[in-house]
């Protein structure tokens, strides 16, 4: 099998993958890292896709005249959460996921910057992601906009009380989060520099803000780290299902010729192609 394959897609320099990005890498998965900005085209299908991540960023989910991709990158979460492939929204991703699927989101009465503590709702118990969270968890926030309300038949996950909607499922397989799970000090530090005027304009104390994630750093490599492994796994899985899918359909079609010697049809060829040129195809696997 070749490697999985995630896509992801970043809204701005700065806004990276981060932690997650180093934990695809260590998984040995391809990260398909797009940056629309820049000029990147977005794929129109996630056909090939074993995962699909969506980064923050300053823009909200209506600014499609600072960030006119945007209608595409929700294009692709709606086939995402239909096709059941691994989904992570962080921040805008997550806010732009409970948009493209009938939520709400707006600017909130004030920021939330820094680091936070988040709470588990019974749900994510039995959650692929969350489960085992513990009760001293923390995650860095930094967001304008929020989520206000969930789409229909997403399940609350994560809470904090004046941000409550920190974490939800959308179906089987698709997450959005409110907080940066891939941002650690490094990057905070950045975003602390070049929004220094905001910062003091709020009145808050930079310094002593960046002295605790420092001081949390540990703990939110390993928690979030962790968080980002089982999401890479569903990814690996996908792949791997795909696979046998694929071969399994394969296996069909030269049956069904063999059995019966007639010309493939122009449809079975199409199908066959297809098969064979999705990324996580077995390779030197055998029809027989």
Same mark, same amino acid.
């Given at each position: %099998?070749?490697?999985?394959?995630?896509?992801?897609?970043?809204? !701005?320099? &700065?806004?990276?993958?981060?932690?997650?990005?180093?934990?695809?890498?260590?998984?040995?998965?391809?990260?398909?890292?797009? /940056?629309?900005?820049?000029?990147?085209?977005?794929?129109? @299908?996630?056909?090939?896709?074993?995962? $699909?991540?969506?980064?923050?960023?300053?823009?909200?989910?209506?600014?499609?005249?600072?960030?006119? +991709?945007?209608?595409?990158?929700?294009?692709?979460?709606?086939?995402?959460? *239909?096709?059941e492939i691994p989904t992570l929204g962080v921040c805008l991703g997550g806010q732009l996921l409970a948009h493209a699927c009938g939520g709400t989101v707006a600017k909130a009465a004030a920021p939330q910057i820094g680091l936070f503590p988040l709470t588990a709702r019974p749900a994510a118990a039995q959650d692929a992601l969350f489960t085992g969270l513990p009760d001293d968890a923390r995650a860095i926030q930094w967001h304008y906009d929020?989520?206000?309300?969930?789409?229909?038949?997403?399940?609350?996950?994560?809470?904090?009380?004046?941000?409550?909607?920190?974490?939800?499922?959308?179906?089987?397989?698709? #997450?959005?989060?409110?907080?940066?799970?891939?941002?650690?000090?490094?990057?905070? !530090? *950045? +975003?602390?520099?070049?929004?220094?005027?905001?910062?003091?304009?709020?009145? %808050?104390?930079?310094?002593? %803000?960046?002295?605790?994630?420092?001081?949390?750093?540990?703990?939110?490599? !390993?928690?979030?780290?962790?968080?980002?492994?089982? #999401?890479?796994?569903?990814?690996?899985? /996908?792949?791997?299902?795909?696979?046998?899918?694929?071969?399994?359909?394969?296996?069909?079609?030269?049956?069904? $010729?063999?059995?019966?010697?007639?010309?493939?049809?122009?449809?079975?060829?199409?199908?066959? *192609?297809?098969?064979? *040129?999705?990324?996580?195809?077995? !390779? &030197?696997? @055998?029809?027989?």
């Open positions: %099998m070749n490697a999985p394959v995630i896509l992801a897609v970043q809204h !701005e320099d &700065g806004a990276g993958p981060g932690l997650i990005g180093t934990r695809i890498a260590a998984a040995e998965v391809k990260l398909d890292l797009r /940056h629309p900005w820049r000029g990147d085209a977005l794929p129109r @299908s996630l056909e090939g896709v074993d995962g $699909f991540l969506v980064l923050g960023g300053i823009p909200g989910v209506d600014d499609v005249d600072v960030a006119p +991709w945007l209608p595409a990158v929700a294009d692709l979460l709606r086939q995402a959460v *239909r096709d929020a989520i206000t309300e969930l789409p229909p038949g997403a399940v609350p996950l994560l809470f904090c009380p004046d941000f409550p909607h920190q974490a939800y499922r959308l179906g089987p397989a698709a #997450w959005g989060v409110q907080f940066h799970p891939e941002v650690l000090l490094e990057s905070t !530090e *950045r +975003w602390a520099r070049s929004g220094a005027g905001q910062l003091a304009e709020l009145g %808050m104390d930079a310094s002593a %803000m960046l002295a605790e994630i420092a001081a949390a750093e540990p703990a939110l490599r !390993e928690l979030w780290g962790r968080i980002a492994d089982r #999401w890479i796994d569903l990814a690996t899985r /996908h792949a791997a299902a795909g696979a046998d899918v694929a071969m399994d359909k394969l296996r069909e079609i030269v049956a069904d $010729f063999e059995a019966d010697q007639d010309p493939l049809t122009r449809e079975e060829i199409e199908a066959a *192609r297809a098969l064979l *040129r999705r990324d996580h195809r077995t !390779e &030197g696997g @055998s029809l027989a």
